[in-house]
T-cell receptor, first 114, second 115 residues
Framework: DADVTQTPRNRITKTGKRIMLECSQT?????MYWYRQDPGLGLRLIYY???????NKGEISDGYSVSRQAQAKFSLSLESAIPNQTALYFC?????????????FGDGTRLSIL | AQKITQTQPGMFVQEKEAVTLDCTYD???????LFWYKQPSSGEMIFLIY??????QNATEGRYSLNFQKARKSANLVISASQLGDSAMYFC????????????FGAGTRLFVKA
């Protein structure tokens, strides 16, 4: 089983719809992140959370919201989807503490908004 | 401000040969970490290798090594003995400030390994 699981893997929806992408992890990491990937732009950070009570905006948070329901669960919502939110979305986790821990990614959710 | 630059949108390499993927970075923070990730066509992101700014030696992980030149602010990934399964997108990334939250990614380099 994957350590970081994203659901759904693919989603096609219409403009204006509310969408939730879910992420769960079994790695026991405190830190969780949501990124989006667009061609030619690498990954950009949407939101991150260092623990259940800590939620922070990343560089492109407009149009998105998140919820950290438990240490292992971090969901991303698009309240009213628009076509330019079509992208590949990744959830990631990392250990906390001192030093530079690598991020561990889910397999991604491919989201298309028509 | 943080910045990661990968100047090679695409690279070709013959199977069993070595290849270097370039990465330059910009930061004013003396403490930072550098990472390389691989993204196969299936889409997942796989962590490959890490180099800390204070590390004296270049990082190595199996066939992967990181050519870290601090004065030039470069962190090139070297893949030795390329395999067909190495064909993928490769991203260089950096995090500043002692384990801080924000990791920035380069735009990536697509590597094609030829049989």
């Amino acid at each position: 089983d994957a350590d970081v699981t994203q659901t759904p893997r693919n989603r096609i929806t219409k403009t204006g719809k509310r969408i939730m992408l879910e992420c769960s992890q079994t790695k026991g990491h405190d830190r969780m992140y949501w990124y989006r990937q667009d061609p030619g732009l690498g990954l950009r950070l949407i939101y991150y959370s260092f623990d259940v009570k800590d939620i922070n905006k990343g560089e492109i948070s407009d149009g998105y919201s998140v919820s950290r329901q438990a240490q292992a669960k971090f969901s991303l919502s698009l309240e009213s989807a628009i076509p330019n939110q079509t992208a590949l979305y990744f959830c990631a986790t990392s250990e906390g503490g001192v030093g530079y821990q690598p991020q561990h990614f889910g397999d991604g959710t491919r989201l298309s908004i028509l | 401000a943080q910045k990661i630059t990968q100047t090679q949108p695409g690279m070709f390499v013959q199977e069993k040969e070595a290849v270097t993927l370039d990465c330059t970075y910009d930061t004013s923070d003396p403490s930072y970490g550098l990472f390389w990730y691989k993204q196969p066509s299936s889409g997942e992101m796989i962590f490959l290798i890490y180099q800390g700014s204070y590390d004296q030696q270049n990082a190595t992980e199996g066939r992967y090594s990181l050519n870290f030149q601090k004065a030039r602010k470069s962190a090139n990934l070297v893949i030795s003995a390329s395999q067909l399964g190495d064909s993928a997108m490769y991203f260089c990334a950096m995090r500043e400030g002692g384990g801080g939250f924000k990791t920035i990614f380069g735009a990536g380099t697509r590597l094609f390994v030829k049989a």
